[in-house]
């Protein structure tokens, strides 16, 4: 089921609430938002929206058999490629940049944002169907720049029935499958890319593809390789070493 408001704070703030409120909500289901008026992207940033763009939340229950809980940012960032690739299957260099975001080129059509409560992860995606968003320091992109039209009701309703499929293959053990489908539609293995480590500073590296938890690679210069818990990951430039 999609609900559908017309204006809101957060979707994922409402569905945190509706969680913390004691309501039991089921996988499948979606809240989606006309406009949103405090939506927000990782680490706290401010997400300003556009009218037409894609900006839902839904749930996922966690079983105890499951993969780590944030693999789940991947499998959704699978499930969001999939969707736009199939609307435009002519958009070229459509890339998933760990751990949340889709990219055409160096702009951001999509991003998405996990929060959990308890034993349900709540996962937000913003996907800019009809307009970009102005965000400094950053590019970004709509699927209408290129030509592309997709009303936001026909895009929900193509990406739920995609990320529930690919939920449902994570919960019965295909996480091994679904990230190597993540790693052949991320950037190319030897990109050269920056990390902001808050311990470290910034680090530059080439990147070296995701373990078997989902956390992301760094191959140094001196050829060490660093594994990259948290932080945002931004290309610098393309590097000639290969995976």
Partial sequence: MIETVADIASTNGALLARLGGGESLAEGGWLVADRQSAGRGRAGRAWSDGFGNFMGSTVVNLRGSDPLPQTLALV???????????????????????????????????????????????????????QAPQVPDRATAALRDFGI???????????????????????FGEWPLLRQQWISRALPTGTLVSVKDSDHGTIMGAFAGIDDDGVALLRLADGAVRAIHAGDIDMVGSHASGG
Avoid at 150 to 171: E, G, T
């Fill in 76 to 130: 959704a960032g699978l499930a969001v490629h999939e969707t736009v690739s199939a609307i435009a299957p002519a958009l070229a260099d459509l890339r998933l940049k760990w751990p949340n975001d889709l990219l055409v080129g160096k702009a951001k059509l999509a991003g998405i944002l996990l929060e959990r409560q308890r034993e349900t992860v709540v996962v937000g995606i913003g996907v800019n169907l009809a």
């Fill in 149 to 171: 039209e997709i009303s936001r009701d026909q895009f929900a309703a193509d990406l739920a029935a995609r990320l529930r499929d690919a939920v449902d293959r994570w919960h």
